[in-house]
């Protein structure tokens, strides 16, 4: 059986090499928290989730920083009811770095985001965003749902891949 181009790039990102994978992270970290990036690195992910090569799709590398998700218990000046700490943040690192690129890119759409890796420090995210307003976008019979007023916002409603499974609905 004849096995396609992205069935190998699956492949190698299993076990990718973490040689290369460390010294692009390093790179990354020197870099904003939000860069667009030209093409995806992940391909055959980002394809998989509704990415093409056209204009109107656009891909992001998000950097987010780890650890902490327990609110930070206020210094002074409360009600000894309101300094203790019992709640925790409910969304996933995916879901911030959605929200990160979607308040970046204000006029653009989430349409779904993959995780690029990780070090001590930070997660990598790519994030796939969608200009709804291009003719190209509002043409294509796969996409154009997004152009539709009702998708607005759907990072903040929780409505990307990574948004449902944080609510529980995956």
């Known amino acids: 059986m004849v096995k396609g181009m992205y069935h190998y790039i699956r492949k190698e990102w299993k076990q990718p090499d973490i040689k290369l994978l460390r010294e692009r992270m390093v790179e990354w970290r020197k ?3 939000v860069v667009k990036v030209e093409k995806p690195l992940r391909l055959d992910r980002a394809r998989t989730l509704g990415y093409k090569a056209k204009k109107g799709f656009v891909v992001v590398r ?3 920083k780890r650890g ?4 930070s218990r206020p210094a002074k000046g409360r009600k000894v009811k309101n300094l203790t700490i019992r709640k925790n943040l409910n ?3 995916q879901v911030i770095a959605e929200g990160r690129a979607a308040k970046h890119f204000r006029n653009l759409e989430v349409l779904n985001s993959y995780k690029l890796g990780k070090d001590g420090m930070y997660y990598f995210f790519e994030v796939i965003l969608v ?13 154009n749902w997004i152009c539709s007023p009702k998708h607005r916002h759907r ?4 409505l990307t891949s990574a948004g449902k499974k944080a609510r529980g609905n995956r």
Not at 68 to 71: E, L, P, Q, S, T
Not at 136 to 143: P, T, V, W
């Open 31 to 33: 870099t904003e928290a």
């Open 62 to 64: 998000v950097r987010v």
């Open 91 to 93: 969304l996933n690192y």
């Open 155 to 158: 990072v903040v409603k929780g």
């Open 68 to 71: 902490g998700h327990r609110r």
């Open 131 to 143: 200009d709804y307003s291009k003719p190209e976008i509002a043409n294509d019979k796969s996409i």
